[in-house]
């Protein structure tokens, strides 16, 4: 992932997918017919779902900070990267960039990923990224892969992996490698993995392969819905990135390829800086998710049934959140209810509520933090998203009486 330009050449690859492997996609498409059985319970979210955001171990320009700075509604944080570890193929390992990130120390490092843990937070180390090349193509690079990943776990107290490899995968022997860790590590393994859109167009693709063979033990997949280019939805149509169809006709792949709702998550970047194409506002992800949980707020795909709560969110990255106040800490956050996004610009503590110009309240509407209507002859504005909650003035409420209009 790390800085995310757009990859032309990726974009020429899936034209070219779609254009000429069409017709074979049709005929066996990504999405089975009838959906196998779901797969069983891997670790869940304190929180019931999960905001996953990656946090920088490097100075890209955007902003760095300590873990300890990681606002409290990322409940699952994705330290990008790791490393190869020299003279060992397939082997893994950290280096702390304490000379870009201020100085922070390893031991500064390890306190807090024990301390967000203490707050019922998971942190995971990640593998690959754009620039990451890490190979596991047989046997004993399987072996060293697991060998390396669970040492990094004892030593700085990782939680589990993250999957990101981005210049292929063998299915084969990285389920070897994974199966081998999930029995050194036990249940409360955390593996996630941040495939690309193209990685599960047909079930040939090696990511696809390799969520089928895991499952049982996957924590939730979190695709990169940016970068792409235009994909096939489920239904077989192609899609552009960037809009609401895009990410639900996507997600419907793996919705219905035998994971559970709670294993499938959208992967977004939380600035338009962040990625060099495909970035989409809160307000989008959010109809994303109630769309495919309830059928609700759709465009003009809409998922043949409501596949309930899904896995959550993941952003790239938490430090290219902060250059815009958390701003999508603080909407997703508050959507799948993990908590507020943190420091950001303070709040007018007595904001104008203007001559009732704002529209007036719809009981059908979805609002987001930010958004005003009047009701009974005052002004409100929502503290958070909110659907068929009736502007009234409640201890803690959703709605802010900013007084009559």
């Known amino acids: 992932m790390t800085v995310k330009r757009l990859r032309s050449a990726m974009a020429l690859i899936a034209s070219a ?41 490097f100075d890209n320009g955007s902003t760095v900070m300590p873990l300890s700075e990681v606002p409290s509604a990322y409940n699952l944080v994705a330290v990008a990267f790791a490393d190869n570890m020299p003279g060992t193929p397939g082997g893994i390992t950290f280096n702390l960039a304490s000379g870009e990130l201020d100085g922070y120390s390893a031991q500064a490092f390890k306190d807090d990923i024990a301390a967000l843990q203490a707050q019922g937070r998971k942190v995971v180390i990640s593998v690959g990224g754009e620039r990451g090349h890490v190979s596991v193509s047989n046997a004993a690079e399987a072996a060293n892969f697991a060998d390396t990943t669970y040492a990094l776990m004892n030593e700085y107290g990782f939680d589990g992996v993250d999957i990101d490899l981005e210049h292929g995968i063998n299915a084969q022997y990285m389920t070897e490698a994974l199966r081998s860790l999930s029995a050194r590590a036990g249940s409360d393994l955390i593996i996630t993995m941040a495939p690309q859109t193209i990685d599960y167009q047909a079930t040939t693709m090696g990511y696809y392969q390799l969520t089928n063979n895991i499952k049982d033990i996957l924590t939730i997949v ?140 719809s009981a059908g509407s979805v609002y987001v933090r930010g958004d005003r209507v009047t009701h009974n002859g005052r002004t409100w504005e929502a503290q958070w998203w909110t659907l068929n909650e009736t502007p009234a003035p409640v201890e803690w409420g959703v709605w802010k009486d900013l007084g009559p209009c």
């Not at 996953?52 to 171990?57: E, I």
């Open 17 to 57: 997918f779609i254009a000429f492997a069409g017709s074979a996609i049709a005929t066996a498409p990504a999405h089975a017919a009838g959906a196998p059985a779901a797969a069983p319970q891997a670790p869940a979210a304190a929180s019931g779902q999960w905001l996953t955001g990656y946090w920088h171990n």
């Open 222 to 361: 979190n695709m990169q819905y940016y970068n792409s280019g235009s994909m096939l939805g489920c239904d077989q149509r192609v899609y552009s990135q960037g809009t609401v169809d895009f990410l639900t006709a996507l997600a419907c792949i793996q919705l219905e390829m035998g994971l559970r709702p709670d294993q499938v998550g959208l992967g977004l970047p939380a600035v338009p800086s962040a990625a060099g194409g495909g970035y989409q506002s809160t307000g989008n992800v959010i109809r994303a998710v109630d769309c495919l949980e309830t059928r609700a707020n759709c465009g003009s795909f809409t998922p043949s049934r409501a596949y309930g709560e899904i896995g959550g969110v993941m952003t790239w990255s938490i430090n290219w959140d902060a250059t815009n106040g958390y701003a999508f800490a603080d909407a997703i956050g508050q959507r799948l209810g993990t908590g507020e996004g943190g420091p950001g610009p303070d709040p007018d503590p007595d904001p104008d509520p203007g001559d009732c110009a704002a529209p007036a309240w």
